[in-house]
């Protein structure tokens, strides 16, 4: 195994993680959490994760 590919794995997995945390603790509401306050529908929510909203 090469360890600089371990060291960025290391890197990248740490950051998301730093990231994710942060993005959580900014949350505290759903009115935050969710886009749009919920408004969107589950088909529309589903076409827009997939990509399909431009």
Same mark, same amino acid.
């Given at each position: 195994? $090469? @360890?600089?590919?371990? @060291?960025?794995?290391?890197?990248?997995?740490?950051?998301?993680?730093?990231? /994710?945390?942060?993005?959580?603790?900014?949350?505290? /509401?759903?009115?935050?959490?969710?886009? @749009?306050?919920?408004?969107?529908?589950?088909?529309? $929510?589903?076409?827009?994760?997939?990509?399909?909203?431009?």
């Amino acid at each position: 195994m $090469n @360890v600089t590919y371990l @060291v960025f794995f290391a890197i990248i997995l740490i950051g998301t993680l730093v990231i /994710t945390h942060w993005a959580a603790a900014r949350s505290r /509401t759903t009115h935050q959490f969710y886009v @749009v306050s919920g408004s969107l529908t589950g088909f529309q $929510n589903g076409l827009a994760i997939a990509g399909g909203l431009h």
